[in-house]
């Protein structure tokens, strides 16, 4: 089905290769992951089997790769779009239209597919998905894990031969990479070919049947799931690899939050239109501490987060700081936010210039620090937008550790990031404690244990449950109800 031949490739601008002599052969109907450490190469194979590489991204480019018997090089890029179906890293990037509904006719509509036929696609993916209540809504003002949802909706309409996925559960909740399990666990049903690239491996466990492992552009290892699975952490660490029996727990670090300064917020409520998002009347929060928000996707996180910094149009909400009261302008100048999706905010011609421009003071020491511990000295030269989505999540991260504000807040920051640069950035986080107050809108676990003393938790808007007044056994009971059935549903596979 799918078969590389001694493939090189490096991009046009990049001094180092990201494919070295990679050979593999992909039977039709298997499920392949793919995986390994941020920037070793997992984008890029993903690229030459949809066809993007070499008809869209520049570079160069030896040996060959095939699909169905055809070198991808030699087939225009609609005729492959035909046979494999695309997932990317970041869903609004494959968007053509603006509501949900439309988005999914798309394809088979380009296809010259029949309406008739058309409408009995749209009714089976939105059904067999579970999806009706995206249907018929603006997708840009929907959840980023919603737009994921979208974004594999859509392919399931075009009906491919072959799906490949680019980190597809990095901006999913628990809940919501349930249902994606189930969306590939159909496709596998139907006998379509799978490839995953991806860094969270606990729920592919049950569905791939093959494992290739990638590091510096070369593939370190190529086996079975039954053998990669029983695999221990320690020797999965050595790859940069997450546990394939994650820890689902959301309990934050034990910390005494009492006597402690609060930063109250008051009116944060907030709507798209005729869709409200958010109801928080009022809500103290222990400064200068590490807070996670967590819940369903389009629970209102990334709307709470942005409304914190000032971001929102038309918010009225204000927050009580030291005795100030702050609201718009006053709040975003106070504040600095890491996006979900960071091509947003990366504006510079180097990485240097980029994690370097909100500075008010330069500071050689504490630069050549951040980027020590974030692994980016040698990418300091580099224009921010020839990184892996890993390596802009961790240039972002860079720029917000330097800035001088006093409110910080990550959305999803450890998106496409490998364990050893998760466990990077949480600990750099964790640095900020007593000294910044820090929000981070997150779906990972690992990263909430590593350096958050209190978790938000979200639900249509709502804040439902919170631990602010420190790690009570209350608190444990009621989160470990909450995501009891998920925790024992993945640790189950």
């Given at each position: 089905?799918?078969?590389?031949?001694?493939?090189?490739?490096?991009?046009?601008?990049?001094?180092?290769?990201?494919?070295?002599?990679?050979?593999?052969?992909?039977?039709?109907?298997?499920?392949?992951?793919?995986?390994?450490?941020?920037?070793?190469?997992?984008?890029?194979?993903?690229?030459?089997?949809?066809?993007?590489?070499?008809?869209?991204?520049?570079?160069?480019?030896?040996?060959?790769?095939?699909?169905?018997?055809?070198?991808?090089?030699?087939?225009?890029?609609?005729?492959?779009?035909?046979?494999?179906?695309?997932?990317?890293?970041?869903?609004?990037?494959?968007?053509?239209?603006?509501?949900?509904?439309?988005?999914?006719?798309?394809?088979?509509?380009?296809?010259?597919?029949?309406?008739?036929?058309?409408?009995?696609?749209?009714?089976?993916?939105?059904?067999?998905?579970?999806?009706?209540?995206?249907?018929?809504?603006?997708?840009?003002?929907?959840?980023?894990?919603?737009?994921?949802?979208?974004?594999?909706?859509?392919?399931?309409?075009?009906?491919?031969?072959?799906?490949?996925?680019?980190?597809?559960?990095?901006?999913?909740?628990?809940?919501?990479?349930?249902?994606?399990?189930?969306?590939?666990?159909?496709?596998?049903?139907?006998?379509?070919?799978?490839?995953?690239?991806e860094h969270r491996?606990?729920?592919?466990?049950?569905?791939?049947?093959?494992?290739?492992?990638?590091?510096?552009?070369?593939?370190?290892?190529?086996?079975?799931?039954?053998?990669?699975?029983?695999?221990?952490?320690?020797?999965?660490?050595?790859?940069?690899?997450?546990?394939?029996?994650?820890?689902?727990?959301?309990?934050?670090?034990?910390?005494?939050?009492?006597?402690?300064?609060?930063?109250?917020?008051?009116?944060?409520?907030?709507?798209?239109?005729?869709?409200?998002?958010?109801?928080?009347?009022?809500?103290?929060?222990?400064?200068?501490?590490?807070?996670?928000?967590?819940?369903?996707?389009?629970?209102?996180?990334?709307?709470?987060?942005?409304?914190?910094?000032?971001?929102?149009?038309?918010?009225?909400?204000?927050?009580?700081?030291?005795?100030?009261?702050?609201?718009?302008?006053?709040?975003?100048?106070?504040?600095?936010?890491?996006?979900?999706?960071?091509?947003?905010?990366?504006?510079?011609?180097?990485?240097?210039?980029?994690?370097?421009?909100?500075?008010?003071?330069?500071?050689?020491?504490?630069?050549?620090?951040?980027?020590?511990?974030?692994?980016?000295?040698?990418?300091?030269?580099?224009?921010?937008?020839?990184?892996?989505?890993?390596?802009?999540?961790?240039?972002?991260?860079?720029?917000?550790?330097?800035?001088?504000?006093?409110?910080?807040?990550?959305?999803?920051?450890?998106?496409?990031?490998?364990?050893?640069?998760?466990?990077?950035?949480?600990?750099?986080?964790?640095?900020?404690?007593?000294?910044?107050?820090?929000?981070?809108v997150t779906h990972d676990p690992?990263?909430?244990?590593?350096?958050?003393?209190?978790?938000?938790?979200?639900?249509?808007?709502?804040?439902?449950?919170?631990?602010?007044?420190?790690?009570?056994?209350?608190?444990?009971?009621?989160?470990?109800?909450?995501?009891?059935?998920?925790?024992?549903?993945?640790?189950?596979?």
């Amino acid at each position: 089905m799918i078969k590389f031949e001694n493939v090189n490739f490096k991009y046009a601008r990049s001094k180092d290769a990201s494919l070295n002599n990679v050979s593999l052969k992909i039977k039709k109907g298997e499920t392949v992951l793919i995986c390994g450490e941020s920037g070793c190469g997992k984008t890029t194979l993903v690229r030459m089997i949809n066809g993007l590489i070499p008809h869209y991204y520049e570079g160069e480019m030896s040996g060959k790769v095939y699909l169905n018997g055809e070198e991808t090089s030699k087939r225009m890029l609609y005729e492959t779009a035909k046979t494999v179906g695309s997932v990317f890293q970041n869903p609004k990037s494959q968007f053509f239209c603006v509501d949900s509904r439309s988005e999914l006719a798309f394809g088979p509509e380009n296809m010259g597919i029949n309406e008739e036929e058309i409408l009995k696609r749209i009714d089976k993916t939105v059904s067999s998905m579970n999806i009706n209540s995206l249907m018929d809504r603006n997708i840009f003002a929907m959840s980023g894990g919603e737009k994921q949802k979208i974004a594999c909706a859509s392919v399931d309409t075009l009906s491919p031969k072959v799906c490949v996925l680019d980190e597809p559960s990095s901006n999913l909740s628990l809940e919501a990479i349930e249902d994606l399990k189930e969306t590939l666990l159909m496709w596998k049903k139907e006998g379509k070919t799978i490839i995953v690239s991806e860094h969270r491996l606990y729920w592919l466990k049950d569905i791939c049947d093959r494992v290739i492992c990638l590091n510096n552009g070369e593939i370190i290892f190529d086996m079975p799931m039954k053998k990669f699975k029983n695999l221990p952490d320690l020797k999965l660490r050595e790859y940069g690899l997450r546990s394939v029996n994650e820890n689902l727990s959301m309990t934050p670090l034990k910390s005494d939050l009492n006597n402690k300064d609060y930063i109250t917020f008051e009116n944060f409520n907030y709507s798209y239109k005729n869709f409200d998002v958010l109801h928080i009347d009022k809500l103290e929060i222990p400064r200068n501490e590490v807070i996670a928000i967590v819940g369903p996707n389009g629970a209102g996180k990334s709307t709470f987060s942005k409304c914190i910094c000032g971001l929102m149009k038309g918010f009225k909400g204000t927050a009580h700081i030291g005795g100030k009261k702050y609201k718009g302008k006053k709040l975003l100048q106070k504040s600095y936010m890491v996006m979900q999706d960071v091509n947003h905010q990366l504006f510079c011609e180097t990485v240097l210039d980029e994690i370097t421009l909100g500075m008010d003071e330069l500071n050689e020491k504490k630069i050549t620090n951040i980027l020590n511990k974030l692994g980016l000295k040698s990418l300091s030269k580099r224009h921010p937008m020839s990184l892996s989505g890993g390596q802009k999540q961790r240039v972002a991260v860079a720029s917000a550790l330097l800035c001088d504000k006093e409110i910080i807040l990550f959305d999803e920051p450890t998106s496409g990031l490998d364990f050893y640069n998760m466990e990077k950035v949480a600990n750099l986080i964790g640095l900020l404690r007593g000294k910044k107050t820090v929000f981070i809108v997150t779906h990972d676990p690992d990263l909430i244990r590593r350096c958050a003393t209190v978790v938000l938790h979200l639900e249509k808007g709502h804040i439902v449950n919170s631990n602010i007044i420190g790690v009570r056994k209350e608190y444990e009971k009621e989160e470990e109800e909450y995501y009891g059935a998920a925790v024992s549903l993945c640790r189950q596979s």
